[in-house]
């Protein structure tokens, strides 16, 4: 099983600010990982796909990068509607998800 | 606008099966893989297994002896049956869409339903 970690697992910024998250795995996962956003209460929400393509509707301020182990997700612009939870997911192997990063309002 | 409806029994008793049913809406559930989810209260998601519209299937090898997955064209739905659950199966429920072409990615995911199990 390819093991996901997050960090860090909670991130306190500002609206305005940039977001840097970031994703390793245990080992290589090629580009094939993706990041979803999870609100309280709803389902995740595609984000990226394979390390740095944008999902269909996603604004430009995420952007996605990285591939083997280490990947980043970069919010540019922090909008009020970004905070929630972010989590990255790889497909090389069986799908398998990080634990998650909280953004929240500092 | 594709939709999925999740459907199930909301409480399951221990040693039972868990019974799920996923409606498509907006789009045909062939020529698609589609795939069960989870994610217990307050904690992180486990994909349990997908089905294609002609009925292949894969599993998380975790579960594998417990799930099976099925599928009908007919109705526009698929479902998952989990046997023997405990309590550490209690968790929200998803259904998913997987993005054509790229394996497991999940475009499109239905609202959720949790499945409660009690001894």
């Not at chain 1, 997700?73 to 909008?79: K, N, P």
């Not at chain 1, 929630?84 to 799908?95: L, S």
């Not at chain 2, 309590?87 to 869409?97: I, S």
Request: charged share 15%; proline share 6%; net charge positive.
């Amino acid at each position: 099983e390819i093991v996901l970690t997050q960090s860090p697992a909670t991130l306190s910024l500002s609206p305005g600010e940039r977001a840097t998250l970031s994703c390793r795995a245990s080992q290589s996962v090629y580009n094939y990982l993706a990041w979803y956003q999870q609100k309280p209460g709803q389902a995740p929400r595609l984000l990226i796909y394979d390390a740095s393509n944008r999902a269909t509707g996603i604004p430009a301020r995420f952007s996605g990068s990285g591939s083997g182990t280490d990947f980043t997700l970069t919010i540019s612009s922090l909008e009020p509607e970004d905070f929630a939870v972010y989590y990255c997911q790889q497909r090389n192997n069986w799908p398998t998800f990080g634990p998650g990063t909280k953004v929240d309002i500092k | 606008q594709v939709q999925l409806q999740e459907s199930g029994p909301g409480l399951v008793k221990s040693s039972e099966t868990l019974s799920l049913t996923c409606t498509v809406s907006g789009g045909s559930i062939s020529n698609y893989y589609w795939s069960c989810l989870r994610q217990p209260p307050g904690k992180g998601l486990e994909w349990i297994g997908y089905i294609s519209y002609s009925g292949s299937t894969n599993y998380n090898p975790s579960l594998k002896s417990r799930v099976t997955m099925s599928v009908d064209t007919s109705k526009n739905q698929f479902s998952l049956k989990l046997s023997s659950v405990t309590a550490a199966d209690t968790a929200v429920y998803y259904c998913a869409r997987h993005l054509p072409s790229y394996g497991h990615v999940f475009d499109y995911w239905g609202q959720g339903t949790l499945a409660t199990v009690s001894s």
